[in-house]
């Protein structure tokens, strides 16, 4: 007889299959983009997961908030912000902040933390202060692209890093970039153009938020840590 080996990625997609199998209920997840190109290898993550039901939405101007127009709340189990508006009126500040009263889980990545920089409750949302230009007594924030840094893990149990090691990844930092005293961190670099912690989760009103800082692509997308790490934090914020 002939053993075959199977990959850990392999038994995982294999498990979500009989899991859906069994009648088990997608997340709808609501992906928002908008304010900021993206290699299309990004839409790569989302396939194959017969455990999510997912819906792409785009700001139309892309500087805007147009996707919260309408409400979104009640069609959703959990949001991930992959966009970088500026502006958001007060009906769509009412639209997006029903999301958090209704405990609709939020997943901020990448670009996303520097979106709304003048709405100082995304920031409070976030955990995260910045400014682009320098404004409120801040510093300009820095980027970096196409930098080889580590992500260690912090040494905390939380469902965000199940199944995740530390890793390496080549990616874009960000620096000149403050969090708030009482974010949980649960991922950290020690490279000098980073933010020291770059995935942490919060919590907002009656919702969970999962922030991960890297995440420019492409070559991030195909890492299977890195997926395993958004595939967590979706479950995590979604209460599934």
Same mark, same amino acid.
């Given at each position: ?46 396939? !194959? ?25 009640? !069609? ?73 840094? !580590? ?90």
């Amino acid at each position: 007889m002939v053993a075959h080996r199977v990959s850990r990625r392999a038994v995982l997609g294999i498990a979500a299959a009989a899991g859906m199998a069994r009648g088990a209920t997608p997340v709808r997840l609501l992906v928002v983009t908008g304010g900021h190109e993206f290699d299309v290898s990004f839409w790569g993550i989302f396939k !194959d997961r017969p455990d999510w039901k997912m819906e792409p939405r785009a700001h139309e101007p892309a500087d805007t908030c147009t996707v919260y127009d309408r409400p979104v709340a009640p !069609d959703f189990d959990a949001v991930l912000l992959y966009d970088m508006p500026r502006n958001i009126t007060e009906v769509q500040q009412q639209h997006f902040l029903a999301l958090f009263e209704r405990g609709v889980g939020v997943v901020i990545l990448h670009h996303a933390l520097a979106g709304l920089q003048q709405w100082s409750t995304f920031e409070e949302m976030t955990g995260l202060r910045m400014r682009e230009k320098g404004e409120g007594g801040l510093p300009p924030y820095t980027y970096q692209h196409d930098v080889n840094f !580590d992500l260690q893990r912090v040494d905390v149990k939380h469902p965000v890093l199940e199944g995740v090691p530390s890793f390496s990844v080549l990616d874009e930092t960000y620096g000149r970039m403050y969090h708030y005293p009482d974010i949980q961190p649960l991922m950290v670099t020690n490279h000098a153009t980073s933010i020291p912690v770059v995935v942490w989760s919060r919590k907002y009103k009656n919702s969970r938020l999962a922030m991960i800082q890297p995440g420019h692509g492409p070559q991030i997308f195909g890492s299977p840590h890195f997926r395993r790490l958004l595939a967590n934090a979706i479950v995590w914020v979604s209460r599934q």
